[in-house]
C-alpha cells in the first residue's frame, strides 16, 4: 500500500516541490488549496491528474486552515499516514498588517490540525510535521543559532509560530504523537513568492534590465541571512517524518550574507556591474558597467536600486545564522545548492519571463508587469 501525505499549503513554493518529491517516492499525495477567485494552483499544476481517471495520486482538496470542520472531514477522508503543515501567512512584513489573521492561521492552524488527529484517533497513525522557522529566534540569543537556543520573536508571525512550534512539543509530549518540527532557516527557488526579499531582486533587476521597470525600491539592506535552496529543504522535511522517534531539528546552511550581497550577485548573473553609493535611507546602487547582452536598457549612470523606508520594519530581525550540525549527525542531511547557484536559477528563471514580456511590448502588445511589492 502507497503511503498517504497530507500537505496545507501545497500551492506555496515548499508544498509544490514537497509533492513532487513524495510522488517521485510512491507516495498517494493530498493538499490543501485555499477557494481564490483566479486560479492559485500554478505551482502544481504539472501534478494535475484528471479526477476522472482511476488511481490518482495527487488529489487536490478546498479547505482553509482557519476552518476547523473542513480540517477533520478532510483529514477523516484521507487518513494520512503523514501530515506536512506549510500553510501559513508567511510574510513576515504582512503579518504586522494583519496580525489576527497571521494568529489565526499559523498558530491556531496548527492546533486545529493537530486536534483533528487526535478527534479522529489518529495519533498513533499520523505523523505530523510542522514548518517551524528561524524568525523565532528573532533577536538572537546566541551565534550560531541551533535547537537549544532560546527564541526571542520579533513579528506576529514569529509569534504565531512560537505558539505552533511549542503546542506540537506539546502533543508530542501529552499524547505521544510523532509530531515535529522543522526550524528552517530562509530558503528561496525559482517558484519563491515574488514579495520575498530574494525573488522581489531576481525578478525586479531582470525586468529593469529589459526595460519594463526603471528602479528597484528596497528596505533594510543590510539584513543578513542564511539562504538555502527549498529543494533541498523540503528533502529535510520528509526526512524527519522517518526516524524512529519525532525529534526537532534546525536546518539552515551555517554561512550567511547581506542582502546587498544577494543584489551584487544577481545584477551580474544579468552582467551589470553595480557600485553602492550613500548611507541610510540615501543609499542607492549605480551601475557602473555592462557587459553581454542581457540587459539592453541599462546605461553607466543609471540608479537601480535604492532604499524606501516603507519596507521597513516595525522590529527588524537583522542577523540569523544557522546551525545545522544536528541535521547533518544524526540525518546525515548536506544541502546540495549552494546560495550562489540557487541566485543564478532564479535569475536565469525571471530573466526567461522578462525577455518575454519585453518582446511582446515591443511588438506593440500591452503587457502589464507588477511591481507593487
Ligand atoms: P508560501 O507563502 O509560498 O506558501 C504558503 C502556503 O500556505 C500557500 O499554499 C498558501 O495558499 C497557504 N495558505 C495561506 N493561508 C492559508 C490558509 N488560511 N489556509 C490554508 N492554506 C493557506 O510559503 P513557503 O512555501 O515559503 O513556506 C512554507 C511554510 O514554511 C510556511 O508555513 C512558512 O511560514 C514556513 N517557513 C518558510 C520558510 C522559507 O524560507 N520559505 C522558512 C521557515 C519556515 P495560497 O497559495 O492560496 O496563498
Ligand atoms: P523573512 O524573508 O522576513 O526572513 O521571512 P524576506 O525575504 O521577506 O526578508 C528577508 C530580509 O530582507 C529584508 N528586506 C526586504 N524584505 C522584503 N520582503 N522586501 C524588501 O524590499 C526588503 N528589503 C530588505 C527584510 O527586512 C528581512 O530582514 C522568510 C519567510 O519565508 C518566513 O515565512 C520564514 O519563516 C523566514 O523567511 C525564515
Known amino acids: 500500500m502507497a503511503k498517504r501525505a497530507l500537505i496545507t499549503g501545497v500551492t506555496g513554493q515548499d508544498g509544490s516541490y514537497l509533492a513532487e518529491l513524495l510522488l517521485e517516492k510512491g507516495y498517494e499525495v493530498h493538499g490543501i488549496k485555499r477557494r481564490a477567485s483566479q486560479f492559485n494552483t500554478q505551482r502544481v499544476d504539472h501534478l494535475y491528474e484528471d479526477p476522472h481517471i482511476d488511481n490518482q495520486r495527487f488529489v487536490l482538496h478546498y479547505g482553509d486552515l482557519s476552518d476547523s470542520s473542513n480540517l477533520t472531514r478532510i483529514i477523516r477522508e484521507v487518513c494520512p499516514d503523514e501530515i506536512y503543515n506549510l500553510g ?3 510574510h513576515v512584513a504582512v503579518s504586522f498588517e494583519s496580525p489576527e489573521y497571521t494568529a489565526d492561521v499559523d498558530a491556531m492552524g496548527t492546533l486545529r490540525l493537530l486536534e483533528a488527529v487526535r478527534f479522529l484517533g489518529l495519533e498513533k497513525k499520523t505523523r505530523f510535521y510542522q514548518a517551524s522557522t528561524s524568525e523565532l529566534y528573532g533577536l ?3 551565534i550560531p543559532q541551533k535547537e537549544t537556543t532560546p ?3 520579533r513579528s506576529p508571525y514569529a509569534v504565531a ?4 512550534y511549542w503546542i506540537t512539543v506539546n502533543y508530542r509530549e501529552a499524547y505521544g504523537m510523532y509530531a515535529c518540527n522543522g526550524i528552517l532557516f530562509n530558503h528561496e527557488s525559482p517558484r519563491r513568492g515574488e514579495t520575498f526579499v530574494t525573488r522581489k531582486i531576481t525578478r525586479g533587476l531582470a525586468n529593469i534590465a529589459q526595460g519594463l521597470e526603471k528602479c528597484l525600491y528596497m528596505g533594510n539592506l543590510n ?3 542564511d539562504w538555502g ?4 529543504y523540503v528533502r529535510m522535511q520528509w526526512m524527519m517524518l522517518q526516524q524512529d522517534t519525532a525529534e526537532d531539528f534546525v536546518i539552515a546552511t551555517g554561512v550567511q550574507y547581506s542582502v546587498r550581497d544577494f543584489i551584487r550577485w544577481s545584477a551580474a548573473e544579468l552582467g551589470i556591474e553595480l557600485r553602492f553609493e550613500g548611507e541610510g535611507v540615501e543609499e542607492r546602487a549605480v551601475v557602473i558597467g555592462v557587459t553581454g547582452d ?4 541599462l546605461k553607466i549612470g543609471d540608479v537601480v536600486v535604492r532604499v524606501d523606508p516603507r519596507y521597513f520594519r516595525p522590529a527588524e530581525v537583522e542577523t540569523l545564522l544557522g546551525d545545522p550540525a544536528k541535521a547533518k549527525e544524526r540525518l546525515g542531511w548536506v544541502p546540495e545548492i549552494t546560495v550562489q547557484q540557487m541566485c543564478e536559477e532564479m535569475v536565469a528563471e525571471d530573466l526567461k519571463v522578462a525577455k518575454r514580456h519585453a518582446f511582446l511590448r515591443f511588438h506593440g502588445h500591452d503587457v502589464a508587469v507588477s511591481v507593487e511589492s
Open 88 to 90: 501559513a501567512q508567511s
Open 140 to 142: 538572537v540569543q546566541e
Open 151 to 153: 527564541f526571542y520573536p
Open 161 to 164: 509560530k512560537l505558539y505552533a
Open 223 to 225: 539584513a543578513l541571512r
Open 229 to 232: 535552496h527549498a529543494k533541498d
Open 294 to 297: 542581457d540587459a539592453p536598457a
